[in-house]
Nanobody, 124 residues
């Protein structure tokens, strides 16, 4: 069992930055693939970024490529999402998720454990 809790959301102006954190509990955290998803009102949930167990393999949605960076620190049981150059369309609830598989999947149904989400609002 893995329990995840997100933090770091908030209100930011267009062009600004935020860093989201996801702290996981459970002794097997280091073997789990981690990902960030987001869901805006009226839209489907989408995978924003994912990172492999070792941290060497990552994937990003086309919409955030070059602006967002996912990373993890297994010693701290924490995954991060650094978001730069934020746009109005990045406004959403951001969720951290983990899965036992080694593939950095973008399919939400392949992730077993989810946090409650943190709100990110980009507005002028």
């Amino acid at each position: 069992q893995v329990h995840v809790v997100e933090s770091g959301g908030g209100l930011v102006q267009p062009g600004g930055s935020l860093r989201l954190s996801c702290v996981a509990s459970g002794r097997t955290y280091s073997i789990y693939t981690m990902a960030w998803f987001r869901q805006a009102p009226g839209k489907d949930r989408e995978c924003v970024a994912g990172v492999s167990r070792s941290g060497t393999n990552t994937r990003y949605a086309d919409s955030v490529q070059g602006r967002f960076t996912i990373s993890r620190d297994n010693a701290k049981n924490t995954a991060y999402l650094q978001m730069n150059g934020l746009k109005l369309e990045d406004t959403a609830i951001y969720y951290c998720a983990s899965r036992r598989g080694s593939v950095v999947s973008a399919r939400d149904y392949e992730y077993e454990y989810w946090g409650q989400g943190t709100q990110v609002t980009v507005s002028s």
